[in-house]
């Protein structure tokens, strides 16, 4: 009998060996198909919660669950969902499938005669959905219910595509069915509050052409004013009783626009327009400005600008020069100019109509580079910032930027500076009683009273250290922040490092550090705040929820907090993972929050502020069972400088400690806090991925680097190599086969170590600065910025010009040691690199070819620092892998890195085929 029951057991367990299905490695393959949740969404009741699971490609699907996870339903091919306010409805768009486009593209359809999106209205109740063919745009009320409003052409228009723009516009109520139908919609607007709407219609035989404003409660139209000209800008105020636009009734070549106002209880008027003297010389009101009302409704904000002179007809354009001039004084450069020539074109200055007056005032000039309303527009006074008497000195100081302050009286538009060349850039609190401000010149938060013109500095170092801790760059620090103001402007919140304090903003009382422990325990403790409205102050008789960050187990938990006293913050929630910042249900106790950790998918979870409960929602991602994943643990060693340093190394699943395994090393600056991130798998554009990496047998270790000033390349050095000599002691790594991979300042960085020593086996560089020389008077061509800031002030951390320090450059520069180079290098540069300049990667992989350095370049034409379509992201993490590949496991070389790929095979043959 008991040899019976043994045999017994062996079967039973052989049986589950067999069910149980072998785990594999993942692929390029299977990470297009990982999902991500892209969109979360609430249900205001708390009834509700839905979510969007998107693989990189593929089609999304969007769920709806109820909070205990007992009911879900699922919506594939959609996107863009919303609930009515009410929750009784969800509203989401539905696209066609990813294959049947891909197949209509192969036989060459035109776009217009692909298939047109879907709106989709779901009946949360009776679980019932109705479907709205070819959809152009939808609109959901933010804070009432009853109607939806979108824009849909017939299914029978074969064109599906309006040839001015114009398309029908449908309200329908979701309840009842009703659907109120309008001819030729240009722009469309729901008032945010009440059910109000406003439109511009072209008209057709039996409708006016004009702008239009609809009671929905009482199903009462009425036509603003009657018009076929252009009609720009319409607004209306929160509630919907008052609306304004641009309109140009002239009937002239040249446009000449007016602005109009209408009340509900009043008719339409012109409000500002060219006559009087309100408006600057050479000036007009601007089609691109935008309208927007004071909170109270009094005051109508637009925009003006300079009329921009006429062309010369009579050259023809042959005859007219193309050139740029640069002049040594001008404010910005001529590629900052150009890179942002078709913004400043539409560039508007603010101006302002006082209804109750009648009256226009210009309040910004050319002079301001930023304004800001103060009381959402109800002050007396708005706030103007210029950094333009300083603009010459940023091209290579880079920020913070040094600016001017200014006060601008709204009913006279006169300006008053109040404060010089300060190193800020103010904000201003709720309330509207004062601007606020982080000085980075002497770490201190300062206010301005605006009543009484009085300035006050809040904090100082010696108390609270409000600038960034560990800035080891030649610039002035950061500031941690602030967690807002409380209501009535009563008290500013702000960070430090770990805690947050209470700043009296007339220095009435000192500063009070709320939070008790945070420096202690090494929490970065963080406020939370639930749908906040914009610009509101937090009322502090509300218990709040922080975020905290525990430094030294890199493990998240969220705590209850009274901002009325000093405390030690009450944990609600804590395990050994990261924390997402929740959201919560607008009218109910209901939180929807993600925990995460390398091997644990970041689901969404629902509780209520208590976290007595927590249900899983979401499972987007079963397949990762299937898979040989890994685990992540934190390394400790001490850099050739003497520093205890802190890193990340990720081990795959079933590590042998007995075994020897190929390591890549990657790193960017110092990334160990983030030792509990899920890494989402992806196919990624500029960086290795690190769960296929795991999966397929390798070891990834991300070291911590410090800086020190003037030595970047050797500060990298000095702390990376202590630490791959370290995991190789431990007799795990195969000292023969490790590789390192970085991209930009990572690509830099493992370039240098290229030059300093010969333990990898093979590099991967991308975008990587190799010439400081070249690059220092270089370009950012996406911004158009000068790179000299760069390296005297932030990343590149030299400290010093060309001219101070000439040796650090060059030092620096991997390029002229690129003789002492030993390892195979794999370089990925664009064409089109806007950080970076191209020149870079050309002169590194030109470099090593003299030299005769086995040497590759991949080029991703017109892709910007990395690429961005996923068909080249794919690509490149193809190539990365058969590169380590061939290296670190010996594994043969495929084609493309044995013959390359001629030019004239391009887009043909991908060279993956490996060369036996």
Same mark, same amino acid.
Not at 902 to 910: H, Q, S
């Given at each position: 009998?008991?040899?019976?029951?043994?045999?017994?057991?062996?079967?039973?367990?052989?049986?589950?060996?067999?069910?149980?299905?072998?785990?594999?490695?993942?692929?390029?393959?299977?990470?297009?198909?990982?999902?991500?949740?892209?969109?979360?969404?609430?249900?205001?009741?708390?009834?509700?919660?839905?979510?969007?699971?998107?693989?990189?490609?593929?089609?999304?699907?969007?769920?709806?669950?109820?909070?205990?996870?007992?009911?879900?339903?699922?919506?594939?091919?959609?996107?863009?969902?919303?609930?009515?306010?009410?929750?009784?409805?969800?509203?989401?768009?539905?696209?066609?499938?990813?294959?049947?486009?891909?197949?209509?593209?192969?036989?060459?359809?035109?776009?217009?005669?692909?298939?047109?999106?879907?709106? %989709?209205?779901? @009946?949360?109740?009776?679980?019932? &959905? *109705?479907?709205?063919?070819?959809?152009?745009? $939808? =609109?959901? /009320? !933010?804070?009432?219910?009853?109607?939806?409003?979108?824009?849909? %052409?017939?299914? @029978?228009?074969?064109?599906?595509? &309006? *040839?001015?723009?114009?398309?029908?516009?449908? $309200? =329908?109520? /979701? !309840?009842?069915?009703?659907?109120?139908?309008?001819?030729?919609?240009?722009?469309?607007?729901?008032?945010?509050?009440?059910?109000?709407?406003?439109?511009?219609?072209?008209?057709?035989?039996?409708?006016?052409?004009?702008?239009?404003?609809?009671?929905?409660?009482?199903?009462?139209?009425?036509?603003?004013?009657?018009?076929?000209?252009?009609?720009?800008?319409?607004?209306?105020?929160?509630?919907?009783?008052?609306?304004?636009?641009?309109?140009?009734?002239?009937?002239?070549?040249?446009?000449?626009?007016?602005?109009?106002?209408?009340?509900?209880?009043?008719?339409?008027?012109?409000?500002?327009?060219?006559?009087?003297?309100?408006?600057?010389?050479?000036?007009?009101?601007?089609?691109?400005?935008?309208?927007?009302?004071?909170?109270?409704?009094?005051?109508?904000?637009?925009?003006?600008?300079?009329?921009?002179?006429?062309?010369?007809?009579?050259?023809?354009?042959?005859?007219?020069?193309?050139?740029?001039?640069?002049?040594?004084?001008?404010?910005?450069?001529?590629?900052?100019?150009?890179?942002?020539?078709?913004?400043?074109?539409?560039?508007?200055?603010?101006?302002v109509v006082h209804l109750d007056q009648q009256k226009a005032v210009q309040l910004e000039t050319?002079?301001?580079?930023?304004?800001?309303?103060?009381?959402?527009?109800?002050?007396?006074?708005?706030?103007?910032?210029?950094?333009?008497?300083?603009?010459?000195?940023?091209?290579?100081?880079?920020?913070?930027?040094?600016?001017?302050?200014?006060?601008?009286?709204?009913?006279?538009?006169?300006?008053?500076?109040?404060?010089?060349?300060?190193?800020?850039?103010?904000?201003?609190?709720?309330?509207?009683?004062?601007?606020?401000?982080?000085?980075?010149?002497?770490?201190?938060?300062?206010?301005?009273?605006?009543?009484?013109?009085?300035?006050?500095?809040?904090?100082?170092?010696?108390?609270?250290?409000?600038?960034?801790?560990?800035?080891?760059?030649?610039?002035?620090?950061?500031?941690?922040?602030?967690?807002?103001?409380?209501?009535?402007?009563?008290?500013?919140?702000?960070?430090?490092?770990?805690?947050?304090?209470?700043?009296?903003?007339?220095?009435?009382?000192?500063?009070?550090?709320?939070?008790?422990?945070?420096?202690?325990?090494?929490?970065?403790?963080?406020?939370?705040?639930?749908?906040?409205?914009?610009?509101?102050?937090?009322?502090?008789?509300?218990?709040?929820?922080?975020?905290?960050?525990?430094?030294?187990?890199?493990?998240?938990?969220?705590?209850?907090?009274?901002?009325?006293?000093?405390?030690?913050?009450?944990?609600?929630?804590?395990?050994?993972?990261?924390?997402?910042?929740?959201?919560?249900?607008?009218?109910?106790?209901?939180?929807?929050?993600?925990?995460?950790?390398?091997?644990?998918?970041?689901?969404?979870?629902?509780?209520?502020?208590?976290?007595?409960?927590?249900?899983?929602?979401?499972?987007?991602?079963?397949?990762?069972?299937?898979?040989?994943?890994?685990?992540?643990?934190?390394?400790?060693?001490?850099?050739?400088?003497?520093?205890?340093?802190?890193?990340?190394?990720?081990?795959?699943?079933?590590?042998?400690?007995?075994?020897?395994?190929?390591?890549?090393?990657?790193?960017?600056?110092?990334?160990?806090?983030?030792?509990?991130?899920?890494?989402?798998?992806?196919?990624?554009?500029?960086?290795?991925?690190?769960?296929?990496?795991?999966?397929?047998?390798?070891?990834?270790?991300?070291?911590?680097?410090?800086?020190?000033?003037?030595?970047?390349?050797?500060?990298?050095?000095?702390?990376?190599?202590?630490?791959?000599?370290?995991?190789?002691?431990?007799?795990?790594?195969?000292?023969?086969?490790?590789?390192?991979?970085?991209?930009?300042?990572?690509?830099?960085?493992?370039?240098?170590?290229?030059?300093?020593?010969?333990?990898?086996?093979?590099?991967?560089?991308?975008?990587?600065?190799?010439?400081?020389?070249?690059?220092?008077?270089?370009?950012?061509?996406?911004?158009?910025?000068?790179?000299?800031?760069?390296?005297?002030?932030?990343?590149?951390?030299?400290?010093?010009?060309?001219?101070?320090?000439?040796?650090?450059?060059?030092?620096?520069?991997?390029?002229?040691?690129?003789d002492k180079v030993s390892t195979p290098i794999l370089i990925m540069h664009n064409d089109d690199?806007?950080?970076?300049?191209?020149?870079?990667?050309?002169?590194?992989?030109?470099?090593?070819?003299?030299?005769?350095?086995?040497?590759?370049?991949?080029?991703?034409?017109?892709?910007?620092?990395?690429?961005?379509?996923?068909?080249?992201?794919?690509?490149?993490?193809?190539?990365?892998?058969?590169?380590?590949?061939?290296?670190?496991?010996?594994?043969?070389?495929?084609?493309?890195?044995?013959?390359?790929?001629?030019?004239?095979?391009?887009?043909?043959?991908?060279?993956?085929?490996?060369?036996?």
């Open positions: 009998m008991k040899r019976y029951w043994s045999l017994l057991i062996l079967l039973i367990i052989s049986v589950n060996l067999i069910a149980q299905p072998e785990k594999r490695n993942l692929t390029f393959d299977d990470i297009l198909k990982w999902n991500r949740i892209t969109e979360k969404h609430l249900s205001n009741n708390g009834q509700y919660i839905a979510w969007k699971e998107e693989p990189w490609k593929g089609d999304a699907t969007i769920k709806i669950s109820t909070p205990d996870a007992n009911k879900t339903v699922s919506f594939n091919f959609a996107t863009k969902g919303q609930f009515t306010s009410d929750s009784k409805f969800f509203v989401f768009t539905e696209v066609a499938p990813a294959d049947s486009i891909k197949t209509l593209k192969l036989q060459k359809v035109k776009k217009e005669d692909l298939p047109g999106n879907k709106l %989709v209205i779901y @009946n949360l109740k009776n679980s019932t &959905s *109705e479907a709205i063919e070819n959809v152009k745009s $939808i =609109k959901v /009320p !933010e804070e009432w219910s009853g109607w939806i409003a979108y824009q849909a %052409v017939s299914v @029978n228009d074969s064109s599906k595509k &309006s *040839e001015n723009e114009t398309y029908p516009l449908f $309200i =329908k109520n /979701p !309840e009842t069915g009703a659907v109120k139908s309008f001819p030729a919609v240009s722009h469309y607007i729901l008032a945010k509050d009440q059910p109000f709407l406003s439109f511009v219609s072209a008209g057709d035989s039996s409708f006016s052409a004009g702008v239009y404003h609809i009671d929905l409660m009482t199903d009462k139209a009425s036509i603003i004013l009657e018009t076929a000209e252009k009609v720009k800008q319409l607004t209306v105020t929160d509630n919907g009783e008052q609306v304004a636009f641009l309109a140009d009734t002239s009937g002239a070549e040249e446009p000449c626009y007016a602005l109009y106002y209408r009340n509900m209880e009043n008719s339409t008027n012109i409000v500002a327009d060219h006559s009087g003297n309100w408006l600057p010389d050479n000036y007009e009101i601007s089609e691109n400005g935008k309208l927007s009302f004071s909170d109270n409704g009094t005051r109508l904000f637009f925009g003006t600008a300079p009329i921009l002179p006429e062309k010369d007809t009579t050259r023809l354009d042959e005859e007219v020069p193309v050139l740029d001039v640069w002049h040594w004084k001008e404010e910005r450069l001529q590629t900052v100019q150009l890179n942002n020539k078709d913004k400043d074109l539409k560039r508007t200055r603010l101006a050319e002079h301001f580079t930023q304004i800001r309303k103060i009381k959402k527009g109800d002050a007396d006074k708005i706030l103007a910032i210029s950094n333009r008497p300083y603009a010459v000195q940023s091209m290579w100081e880079g920020g913070p930027y040094h600016n001017d302050f200014f006060l601008i009286d709204i009913h006279s538009g006169k300006a008053e500076k109040i404060k010089t060349d300060c190193r800020a850039t103010p904000s201003v609190s709720p309330d509207g009683k004062f601007l606020y401000w982080f000085n980075a010149i002497d770490t201190t938060w300062n206010t301005y009273e605006i009543a009484s013109g009085k300035e006050y500095t809040l904090t100082s170092p010696c108390l609270i250290q409000a600038a960034d801790e560990l800035n080891d760059r030649p610039m002035l620090p950061g500031a941690y922040g602030s967690a807002g103001w409380l209501k009535n402007d009563e008290a500013l919140l702000i960070y430090d490092r770990y805690d947050i304090w209470k700043v009296d903003p007339v220095n009435g009382t000192a500063p009070i550090r709320l939070t008790q422990n945070g420096r202690e325990k090494k929490i970065n403790y963080r406020l939370v705040r639930f749908n906040p409205e914009p610009e509101s102050g937090i009322d502090p008789e509300e218990t709040v929820l922080l975020h905290g960050h525990n430094e030294i187990t890199r493990a998240d938990a969220y705590y209850s907090f009274d901002l009325r006293k000093t405390q030690i913050p009450e944990t609600v929630y804590a395990e050994n993972y990261k924390l997402s910042r929740p959201i919560k249900a607008k009218n109910k106790d209901l939180i929807v929050f993600t925990k995460e950790d390398f091997e644990t998918y970041p689901n969404l979870i629902a509780t209520n502020l208590h976290f007595k409960k927590a249900v899983q929602i979401s499972d987007a991602a079963p397949q990762q069972k299937d898979f040989l994943w890994g685990s992540a643990e934190l390394v400790s060693w001490q850099s050739l400088d003497g520093l205890i340093l802190e890193g990340t190394l990720h081990k795959p699943e079933g590590f042998d400690p007995s075994k020897k395994y190929p390591m890549i090393v990657n790193f960017y600056e110092k990334s160990s806090q983030n030792l509990l991130s899920y890494r989402m798998p992806e196919n990624h554009r500029s960086t290795i991925d690190y769960h296929y990496y795991t999966s397929n047998g390798y070891i990834v270790f991300n070291p911590d680097v410090y800086y020190k000033e003037g030595y970047p390349g050797e500060s990298a050095f000095n702390c990376v190599m202590p630490g791959v000599t370290l995991l190789i002691s431990k007799g795990f790594v195969d000292e023969t086969h490790i590789g390192a991979q970085g991209h930009s300042w990572g690509g830099y960085q493992v370039a240098y170590l290229a030059t300093r020593t010969n333990m990898f086996a093979a590099i991967e560089s991308g975008a990587p600065v190799v010439n400081m020389f070249s690059a220092y008077g270089g370009i950012r061509w996406g911004s158009g910025l000068n790179r000299s800031f760069q390296y005297e002030h932030t990343q590149s951390r030299i400290g010093k010009t060309i001219w101070e320090a000439p040796l650090r450059y060059m030092e620096n520069s991997p390029l002229f040691t690129l690199d806007g950080a970076v300049p191209w020149y870079q990667g050309i002169e590194f992989f030109i470099g090593l070819r003299r030299l005769q350095k086995p040497c590759w370049l991949l080029n991703y034409n017109e892709a910007d620092h990395w690429p961005t379509r996923l068909a080249d992201k794919h690509d490149f993490q193809i190539r990365l892998a058969q590169f380590f590949d061939h290296y670190l496991k010996e594994k043969p070389m495929p084609k493309w890195m044995d013959e390359g790929l001629p030019a004239v095979k391009k887009g043909i043959d991908f060279g993956y085929d490996l060369v036996e």
